[in-house]
Structure formats: C-alpha cells, structure tokens
C-alpha cells in the first residue's frame, strides 16, 4: 500500500467523518428506539462533544430527516408542501 493511502486511513480511522457520524446516529435511531433529534443528543453527551460542534458533520440526508422529525414534533412550522390533506 502507498504511504499516502495508509495515512489516509489512519486519519479516517481516528476522525469523524459526516458519513461515520450519520452511520452512528442511524445506529441509535434503530437500537435505541430515539428520534434523530434525541439520537445526536445521546451520541454527543456519550463522547462528549459539544452540541455545537457537530454542525459540520451533519450530512444533507440526515439534515432531512432532522428536519422531518422537528416539523413532526412541533419543534418547526409545517409547509404547504408536507403532506397532503387525505
């Protein structure tokens, strides 16, 4: 292996990516039973990382479903485009 592709994954490895970190919290979505809102919550206080801090490594997909799970609790307003009146 090249010199620059072992240290590559070696900083993948000690570092958290957006994609590691959507991974993680998709993991306790489902084994904890959480909302993605409470999941970053619990996965930030277990490594403790400032909420804060994890602004960057939020992925657009899970932003989505962050969003979602606000507008569902009542946490945003609800757009016209949510869901349709059935």
Known sequence: MEPNKELEKAIEKKFLTPQKFAIEIEKI???EE???ID???YYCE???LEIESVTKLISKSL???????ATRLNFMKKTTRARLPL
């Open 46 to 48: 277990s490594n403790n």
């Open 34 to 36: 959480f909302n993605y």
């Open 29 to 31: 979505v489902a084994e």
């Open 63 to 69: 932003k989505e479903r962050l969003k979602w799970d």
């Open 39 to 41: 999941a970053i919550c």
